[in-house]
């Protein structure tokens, strides 16, 4: 069975490092086997993925910035939290939020993008319920936003 880190690596990808709150709250709290992690912003080795679906960002764009976010999940659960990877027992649930143009109605197939992840580095464990919606504005002009609710092993 190939470990979260190894499924990673096969992927041709990395953790980033877990982000600092931009204001004032945690990243991350447990609360006996579940850890509850704070939105995370789309962000990648350049600063904020910024832009609106449908007002000049396309799909594709925005499924990777929900991307992003899976992984700046992961992270902070590692990081922050200090459990390791394996040590996730399922991913409860994602409310993904999408910075969208009033017409852009593709938000679930943005959060695919986070969701797919999810089951790739994690398999069935990664499978969760989620909620997907269009908002008219994110911190820092975020494409995408990403909060989850994730079951650990002791």
């Not at 709150?21 to 850890?35: F, L």
């Not at 960002?57 to 659960?77: S, T």
């Not at 319920?129 to 002791?154: C, H």
Request: proline share 5%; charged share 20%.
């Amino acid at each position: 069975m190939t470990s979260p880190k190894e499924k990673l690596a096969e992927l041709g990808l990395s953790l980033p490092v877990a982000a600092l709150p931009k204001a004032n709250y945690v990243p991350v709290r447990r609360s006996g086997n579940q850890i509850f992690v704070s939105g995370q912003v789309s962000e990648d080795e350049n600063g904020i993925i910024t832009g609106r679906l449908g007002a000049g960002m396309e799909l594709e764009a925005g499924v990777q910035a929900a991307q992003r976010c899976a992984l700046a999940i992961l992270a902070q659960i590692e990081q922050n939290a200090g459990v390791p990877l394996d040590h996730i027992a399922q991913v409860t649930k994602l409310v993904v939020m999408v910075n969208s143009d009033p017409g852009f109605t593709a938000q679930p197939q943005v959060a695919n993008g986070a969701s797919d992840l999810m089951v790739a580095i994690l398999g069935d464990r990664g499978r969760h319920a989620r909620s997907a919606f269009g908002v008219a504005a994110l911190p820092l002009g975020a494409a995408v936003e990403i909060e989850a609710i994730v079951d650990v092993f002791e």
